[in-house]
């Protein structure tokens, strides 16, 4: 009925996730309120790694990409579901380290790590980190010789896909700030520079190539052209490559019209793919990485707003305005990203009406969706915004000094704060006279 398995209506006629009413949940916390519902978390993860068993033998991870999602008790889930962990920047190192995350089972992407992060992740024997160019090679070589360590990397490339268009394109993705490109020899290049340095041992490969993808076509062909390169590189080099990292970008439903692909569908054709391109080249199967973030965090979550003021606009359109927007969720002003909302006092009732819902930052473009249909709305009554567990909260921001929501987290019904809603002390802590 709704995008998510973890969503219900009660007796009442309230929403619920997790099996809660969420109409309580934003009495007890207030709003706006993030709720998300960790056994929905753990089934993803669940799904995810027994795919991995089922299709290629465990010969793989699944790592968390989680950009999508970041704090401690994200992570501990990760940590306990034996996943591995994409951090991106040192922050998200940090919120790992702060939970014990096993630092073999990390992975540090990004294209411009600083010399901070690069010697933070090398202290802490971070199992993969992923080197995205040869700026980057070579100061990591270096740092790792000066405090006499040997860090594992993997190489990011361009697999040269863009999956973003309908029918995806084969070529043309040279033009991206990420990774090295393969057609220029570059990518083959670095991996004899690595080589022949002290400081760096190279594991294998990694792509990504996009977001929010419901094919399963420019996954394989991903895999494809990895393979064929890291047979490449065995050829030209004798190096026999171990990793192959294929990323994350597996599409969630946001509306009821969307059709994503069942996990498992999604590692049997790839692990299909991956045997058969390495049968092709007499090249021994690696270990796989696949490293979902949006499809672990997203669905399990929901953010509830009180209605305050409503515009009716006779023959333009009504603006329901709730208190947030762009500030906890800003992926419809950024990305015209749509979303499911209803009134979560009213979740029984048909949706009779269209509005646009609007944020309370002061700016036109701050809104959470246009045009959506919703039950008959009134001043006071609690919305939710469905599928918002990933890229919100991570995305949030302080324009205009808005404290950030808490993060109510359900295990089993249980519910418990994760993230502290931010005081007018936390907007004011570090602003110096
Ligand atoms: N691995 C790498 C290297 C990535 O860059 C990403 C996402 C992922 C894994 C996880 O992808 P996922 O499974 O979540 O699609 N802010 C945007 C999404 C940006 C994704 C960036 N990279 C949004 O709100 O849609």
């Known amino acids: 009925m709704f995008v998510s398995d973890c969503l219900g209506v009660n007796s009442l006629g309230h929403l619920t996730i997790g099996g809660r009413d969420t109409v309580e949940l934003a009495q007890t916390y207030g709003t706006p309120l993030y709720v998300m519902d960790e056994n929905e978390i753990r089934r993803a993860c669940e799904s995810y790694r027994e795919s991995i068993n089922k299709y290629y033998s465990g010969r793989g991870l699944v790592t968390y990409a989680s950009k999508a999602f970041c704090c401690k008790a994200v992570c501990k889930v990760a940590m306990e579901e034996q996943l591995g962990l994409d951090v991106v920047s040192i922050g998200e190192l940090y919120t790992a380290q702060s939970v014990g995350f096993p630092a073999e089972r990390i992975f540090f992407h990004g294209n411009n790590k600083t010399v901070q992060e690069l010697q933070a992740a090398i202290e802490y ?3 993969q980190i992923v080197v995205d160019n040869l700026t980057e090679l070579e100061l990591l070589n270096q740092l790792a010789v000066s405090q006499g360590k040997m860090a594992k990397i993997l190489f990011r490339i361009k697999p040269g896909i863009d999956a973003h268009t309908h029918d995806f394109v084969r070529t043309g993705q040279i033009d991206s700030k990420f990774g090295f490109a393969l057609e220029t020899g570059e990518a083959m290049q670095a991996v004899k520079e690595a080589a022949g340095m002290k400081g760096v041992h190279l594991l294998g490969m990694h792509c990504h190539i996009g977001s929010q993808i419901f094919d399963i076509e420019p996954f394989e062909h991903a895999a494809e052209v990895m393979i064929s390169f890291m047979a490449d590189v065995k050829a030209e080099t004798g190096l026999e490559l171990e990793m192959l990292d294929l990323g994350g970008g597996f599409g969630i439903k946001y509306l009821p019209e969307h059709d994503p692909v069942a996990y498992d569908q999604y590692m049997q054709r790839v692990s299909e793919t991956v045997k058969k391109a390495c049968a092709a080249r007499s090249f021994k199967t690696p270990f796989i990485v696949i490293e979902p973030g949006r499809s672990i965090a997203g669905p399990a979550g929901i953010t509830l707003y009180t209605v305050g003021a409503i515009k009716e606009i006779p023959n333009v359109r009504t603006y329901v305005s709730i208190d947030g927007g762009m500030g906890d969720n800003p992926r419809y002003a950024l990305y015209k990203s749509e979303y499911e909302a209803l009134v979560a006092n009213k979740a029984s009732q048909p949706k009779t009406h269209t509005v646009t819902i609007a944020g ?6 701050d809104l959470i969706g246009e045009n959506m249909p919703l039950q008959d709305v009134r001043v006071g009554d609690i919305i939710a915004v469905l599928a918002t567990g990933a890229y919100n909260y991570s995305m949030a921001s302080n324009y205009n000094r808005i404290p950030k929501p808490p993060v109510v987290m359900l295990k089993d019904g249980e519910a418990r704060v994760v993230v ?14």
């Open 360 to 365: 309370k930052c002061c700016e036109s473009g």
């Open 420 to 433: 502290k809603r931010e005081t007018l002390e936390d907007i004011v802590r570090n602003d110096m006279l």
């Open 125 to 127: 024997g971070v199992g």
